[in-house]
C-alpha cells in the first residue's frame, strides 16, 4: 500500500489544481503510477441525462474521452456508480456486466478495480484503475482507492460547480442553469449581481519603485480620505439601525486610523515603493500578525484589516472610479456578506444575498429574513469577478439561485414575484384582525428580534408583542462588554415603542454558534459548552448588570418578561431566581421602583421536557426552541454543512416531543410560546395549532402569512392533523399532509411546492439542499 506520505502528497496537489481538467489530470496520472496499473480513468455523473461519462483517461485511447458514457447500472463502471461500491474484478471481460467499447482499446485490460467518488450521498464519479495482466487486487489496493476517492469527492464536486458557472458565463446561450444552497430567507429575487466587497485582489498589485514619493504619499492621503467618506455614508445609511449595529463601523475607522498601519505605508513610501505596493506589505503584515494568532478574535480583527486595506486600495488604483449609483435591483453575492457589505446598497435595491458558505441560521440569513429579502447561504464556490453584473434570480423558497436565466424563466419568476407582492399587500388588511380560527379559537402573535430596526417591521405588521429579544446581539457585535447603562438604553426603548405589548427578554445567550468576539471560549464541543445560563450564572457580575438594565428600563411599563436560555436544571433556575432578587434589592435601595417581571425557560434541552412537574410553580410560562431542541433530539449540527440535511424539524421524534411538552404544559397551568424556524412555516403552524400552542413569534415579515393560515383553518382541523402525524414515521409523509391540507384551503401560494416555476432548469451543483 501507498505510504501515508504518497497520499498526503497526492490530495495536496489535486487541492492546489487550478482547473477540473487538472485535477483529472493530477489523479489519474499519480494514481495509475502508485497503483502500478497500466490505465487509470474518471468517469463523472451528468446528472442531466444520469450517466457517467469518462473523462480524463491515463492509459486508454485519448480520444474516447467524453464519448464513452453508460448509465447507471450498465458495464462495470456503471455497476460501480448504482451500488456506489468498490469492486475488484480479476477478469473484466469474463463479468456479466462487462461492456465493451471499441474506441477505448481496453480489451486488453483484465483486473478491474473501481471505486466511486461520493460526495454528501450524491454520486459524483467513478475512480477506475486498471492492469493487463488477470488478478485481484488486494486489500490494502482497495482502501487506498477509497482514501483517494473520498478526498477527490468534495474538491471535483467544488471545481464542477465553479467550472460549470463560468461556461455558462462564458456563453451566450442562454441554459437555465442553477445551483442550489440552503434557505436562508424565503422570497423571489431579481437582479443583477453586484460582488460584496468587490474583486479587488492585492494578488495583483506588483512592487513598483515610486517616481515621484511626495505625488505617492499625497495619493495615499486621498485614499484615506476617500475611506473615510465610504465609512461614514456607510454610517448613515444605516441610520436606522441600533448603535451596536453602527459601531461596527467604529471599528473599521479604527483600524484605518491606527497610527502605525498609516505610518508604516508611509515610511514605505519614502522608501521608494508606490503607493499600493506600500499598503499591500503593510496590510499583509498586520494581518498576518492576527491571522497567527490561536485567539478567534484576534483572527477576526486580521480580516478587519485585510477589508480596510482593499478599501484603501480601491481609491488607490481607481482613483476616477465613481460610486456604484445601484440604480437597478442588486443581488449581493460573496463568501460571507456583512452588515457593512448590506449597508451599502439602499433597501429598496437589495433585490437578495447569496453566501458561499453559511447556514439557515447564521447572522446573514437572520438579517436578511428581518430585512424581507431573500437569501440562499452555503452555494459553494462561484466565479465572482465573472458573475459580477450578470442577471440572476433568487428562489429563496427552493434555495436555488439561477444566473444568466432564459426570458421564458425570467418571465416566469416575474409573475411569481408580482404574485407574491399582490399578495403580501392583500394581507395588509389582517392587521388589527386577531389571529383567531374559524372556531373562535386565538393565537398571539409575536414577533422575533434583536436589533431596533425590527421594532417599525413588527409594530407595522400586527405584531401583538415580542416573543423573544436577542440580548447577545449587542453583546456580539461591541468591541467589549456593554455597559449596563449602554444596554439599560437599548432596552428602554424596546419596551417603550411595544407598550403596553408584552417584550420577552432572553438574557445573555453566547456559546456555541455565538460567541463573543472579545472573550473567546476554546471547547471541544461548544453546543454541549459552556453557553447560555451556563456561563451567565459563572458570571454573576455580568448576569447582574444585564438584569439590572432589564429591571430599571422596565420602570414604569411593566411590560418585561424574562426568558432563561439552555436552562437543563432546577438549580440553574433557583440559582437565577436568586440573582434577580439581589438584582431588585439593589435596585430599590437605590430607589427604583421595580416590579418582579414574569420569568420564563427555553424548552430546548431535551431534560428539561421531562421535568416540568417541578419547574411548573418556579415559572409563569415557557417557550419551545425548536432549532436547538431539533438539534438536541437528533444529534445534529445544524451549522456542519456535513450533516445539515439530517436536520429535520418535522422529524416523528420532534413532532412526538413537541406533543409532548404541550400536554406537560396543559397538566401544569403554564402557558406555551414558540419561537423557533418553525413558527413561521406555515406548514408546521398547523400543527402547532392543533397542539394549542399559544403563541408563536416569528419574524415580522411571516406575521400575516401566519395569521392568513390560523383564519383559514379550525381548531379541529389542526387537532386532526396532529392525530394522523403522530402515526406517520416520517418527515416527508408529515410533510406532504401539510401541504395537501393547505392546498385544499386555497393556501397553495403558501407552500414550497406551490412556488416552484414550470419552466425546466439543469442543476449545476449535486449538493442537496438540507430540509427545514
Known sequence: MPSLGRLQRIVQDISAAASLDEILRITATQVKEVMAGDVCSIYLMDSHSQELVLMCTDGLDPASVGRVRMPLGDGLVGLVGDREQVLNIEDAPQHPNFHYFPETHEEAYHAFLGAPIV???????????????????????????????????????????????????????????????????????????????????????????????????????????????????????????????QAIFDAYRLILEAEDLQRGVRERIAGGLVAPAALKQVIEEHAAIFEAMEDPYFRARGEDIRN??????????????????????????????????????????????????????????????????????????????????????????????????????????????????????????????PARTTDGFTTALYVNTGLLSDISPGLQRGAEGVGLYRTEIPFMVHESFPTEDEQYRIYRKVLQEFHPRPVTMRTLDIGGDKPLPYFPVKEDNPYLGWRGIRFT????????????????????????????????????????????????????????????????????VPSTMFMLDFLAWRLDFISIGT??????????????????????????????????????????GLSVCLCGELAADPAAVLLLLGMGVDALSMNAYSLPRVKHVIRSFSRSQAEGLVQNALRMHSEGEIRAMLIHALESQGLDHLTRAGTRPSVGGRQIERRRRPRD
Open 119 to 245: 460526495h454528501y450521498r450524491e454520486l459524483v464519479g467513478v475512480l477506475v484503475v486498471q492492469q493487463r495482466e488477470a488478478r485481484r487486487f488486494d486489500g490494502e489496493d482497495e482502501a487506498f482507492m477509497v482514501t483517494i476517492a473520498a478526498h477527490l469527492a468534495g474538491t471535483l464536486n467544488h471545481a464542477i460547480n465553479s467550472g460549470k458557472v463560468s461556461n455558462l458565463l462564458k456563453s451566450k446561450k442562454k441554459t437555465n442553469s442553477f445551483v442550489n444552497g440552503i434557505v436562508g430567507s424565503t422570497g423571489v429575487g431579481i437582479g443583477r449581481v453586484v460582488s460584496a466587497g468587490g474583486t479587488l485582489s492585492f494578488r495583483s498589485v506588483e512592487e513598483v519603485c515610486a517616481l515621484d514619493r511626495d505625488a505617492e504619499l499625497a495619493h495615499f492621503e486621498r485614499a484615506l480620505e476617500g475611506v473615510r467618506e465610504e465609512l461614514d455614508d456607510g454610517y448613515q445609511q444605516m441610520a436606522g439601525s441600533p448603535g451596536d449595529v
Open 308 to 433: 480596510i486595506g482593499l478599501r484603501i486600495l480601491k481609491f488607490l488604483v481607481e482613483p476616477d472610479a465613481q460610486p456604484v449609483s445601484y440604480d437597478h435591483p442588486c443581488i449581493l453575492v460573496g463568501d460571507v456578506v456583512g452588515v457593512s457589505d448590506i449597508a451599502q446598497i439602499p433597501r429598496e435595491r437589495l433585490a437578495g444575498i447569496v453566501c458561499m458558505q453559511g447556514s439557515a441560521l447564521s447572522h446573514t440569513a437572520i438579517l436578511a429574513s428581518a430585512l424581507g429579502v431573500p437569501a440562499v447561504m452555503g452555494v459553494g464556490e462561484l466565479p465572482l469577478r465573472m458573475l459580477s453584473g450578470k442577471q440572476a434570480i433568487i428562489d429563496g423558497h427552493q434555495g436555488r439561485v439561477h444566473f444568466q436565466p432564459s426570458s421564458a424563466l425570467l418571465a416566469e419568476f416575474i409573475r411569481l414575484a408580482r404574485q407574491e407582492s399582490e399578495f403580501d399587500r392583500s394581507l395588509d388588511k389582517l392587521k388589527e384582525e
Open 537 to 604: 450564572l459563572d458570571h454573576p457580575e455580568i448576569y447582574l448588570g444585564q438584569l439590572r438594565a432589564m429591571l430599571r428600563a422596565n420602570e414604569g411599563l411593566s411590560n418585561l418578561k424574562i426568558l432563561l436560555p439552555m436552562v437543563s436544571s432546577i438549580d440553574e433556575v433557583d440559582s437565577f431566581l436568586r440573582l434577580l432578587e439581589r438584582a431588585m434589592t439593589g435596585l430599590q435601595e437605590d430607589g427604583v421602583e421595580v416590579d418582579k417581571p414574569p420569568v420564563g425557560i427555553m424548552v430546548e
Open 627 to 668: 432549532n436547538d431542541l431539533t438539534q438536541y433530539l437528533l444529534a445534529v449540527d445544524r451549522n456542519n454543512n456535513k450533516v445539515a440535511r439530517l436536520f429535520s424539524r418535522f422529524h416523528p421524534a420532534v413532532i412526538r416531543a413537541l406533543h409532548y411538552i404541550m400536554e406537560q404544559s396543559r397538566h401544569h
